[in-house]
């Protein structure tokens, strides 16, 4: 079945340092892939998605690009800051899971001052 | 933007008894919502989908007599944990779907099961 595996964490960073989330998934069709961020005390929201391969999504200085051959979707910034310090969740859906979301099991983020 | 918010976002309950959290989309109306469940350091796992006006849909494994889901509006889904036992403790998150079919997420309530 799918499936999506994420580094595990926590990551700690000092501030203006670069950050990589790696991500992989499995998946029998073609899925959309997701970074969901989760704050202290706050939902998941959506960071960013790709629906197809080489696509990169991209908000608030954060990357991450869709590759098929690696089954992929690492997630990057070139400059932490401290307010990024949260969880942080890669996620599929696709048709043979009727669209329902899948999640890694979350990374934690910590950037120090 | 849309926000879902959840209550209580914690509970501490003895074994044996139930607990009922709200899940509500506060500037939105969601005919379907989300209830998930998390175990430390783990995923989250979809428990059942809630469609407003309907029975919810469980996922394999999850005993819908235990996981009591109601959504009797457009705004509100809630979900009893009956007889709860220490095993059920856990992280219990939902989320309500918007329009274009996007999951805005509540911050989950945390419930220990003494």
């Known amino acids: 079945g799918n499936s999506v595996t994420q580094m595990e964490g926590p990551v700690t960073l000092s501030e203006e340092a670069f950050l990589t989330i790696n991500c992989t998934y499995t998946?029998?069709?073609?899925?959309?892939l997701f970074w969901y961020v989760q704050y202290p005390g706050e939902g998941l929201q959506l960071l960013l998605k790709?629906?197809?391969?080489?696509d990169k999504g991209s908000n608030k200085g954060f990357e991450a690009t869709y590759r098929k051959e690696t089954t992929s979707f690492h997630l990057e910034k070139g400059s932490v800051q401290v307010s990024d310090s949260a969880v942080y969740f890669c996620?599929?859906?696709?048709?043979?899971?009727?669209?329902?979301?899948?999640f890694g099991s979350g990374t934690r983020l910590l950037v120090r001052p | 933007g849309a926000v879902v918010s959840q209550h209580p976002s914690r509970v501490i309950c003895k074994s044996g008894t139930s607990v009922k959290i709200e899940c509500r989309s506060l500037?939105?109306?969601?005919?379907?919502m989300f209830w998930y469940r998390q175990f430390p350091k783990q995923s989250l796992m979809l428990m059942a989908t809630?469609?407003?006006?309907?029975?919810?849909?469980?996922e394999q494994g999850v005993e819908k007599d235990k996981f009591l889901i109601n959504h009797a509006s457009l705004t509100l889904s809630t979900l009893t944990v009956t007889s709860a036992h220490p095993e059920d403790s856990s992280f219990y998150i939902c989320?309500?779907?918007?329009?274009?079919?996007?999951?805005?997420f509540g911050p989950g309530t945390r419930l220990t099961v003494l």
């Open positions: 989320s309500a779907q918007g329009l274009a079919g996007e999951e805005f």
């Open positions: 998946a029998t069709g073609y899925p959309s």
């Open positions: 790709a629906t197809k391969a080489d």
């Open positions: 996620a599929l859906s696709d048709k043979d899971s009727s669209y329902k979301l899948i």
């Open positions: 500037d939105f109306q969601a005919t379907t």
């Open positions: 809630s469609n407003e006006g309907s029975k919810a849909t469980y």
